[in-house]
C-alpha cells in the first residue's frame, strides 16, 4: 500500500513500474543498466480514491495523464532503481496530496465607492506629475 495520508492510501495492484535506461548521470553504467522507472496510476479506473479527488489529480497532472486516463511518472534523477522508485512514489503521493485539497469557491465583491475614488485620485496625481514633466516650447 501506497500510503497518502493517514486514512487514504493506494493499493499497490494499481500501480504498474517499468525500469527503462535513463539518461543522465551514470557514467558507462548508464548505457547497460535500465535505472529510470515509468509508474503508471490508472487515475479514472482507480478505487482507491473518491471520485472528486480523481477529478481534480486529472486536472492537476495535466499532460502527464494520457488520453485513457493513465497517469505516467518518469523517475531518473538518481543512479539507483530503488531511489528513482521512491522518487516516482513520493511525486505520486504529493501530487494526491494535492488533489485532496478542495480548492474554495471565488466570492465575485466590488470595490468600495472610497477605493474607486482613492484609484482615481492617485491617478490623477499621477497624471499631474507627468504634466510637469513635459517640455513646452518658450516663445522668447
Keep these: 500500500m501506497l500510503e497518502i495520508t ?12 517499468r525500469f527503462i535506461r535513463a539518461s543522465g548521470p551514470g557514467g558507462q553504467n548508464v548505457n547497460k543498466v535500465s535505472t529510470a522507472v515509468e509508474l503508471r496510476f490508472d487515475v479514472r479506473r482507480s478505487e482507491s ?34 531511489r528513482n522508485r521512491d522518487d516516482a512514489r513520493t511525486r505520486l503521493a504529493d501530487l494526491v496530496r ?28 499621477r497624471g499631474g506629475v507627468k504634466k510637469l514633466r513635459q517640455s513646452r516650447p518658450s516663445f522668447d
Design 49 to 82: 480514491l473518491p471520485h472528486a479527488v480523481r477529478d481534480r489529480l486529472e486536472r492537476l497532472a495535466g499532460r502527464r495523464v494520457t488520453d485513457d486516463g493513465v497517469l505516467v511518472i518518469r523517475a531518473e534523477r538518481h543512479r539507483t532503481q530503488e
Design 98 to 125: 494535492e488533489a485532496l485539497h478542495v480548492p474554495k469557491k471565488r466570492v465575485a465583491t466590488k470595490p468600495s465607492r472610497a477605493a474607486r475614488a482613492r484609484r482615481v485620485d492617485s491617478k490623477v496625481k
Design 6 to 17: 493517514p486514512t487514504l492510501s493506494i493499493d499497490e495492484r494499481e500501480l504498474e513500474e
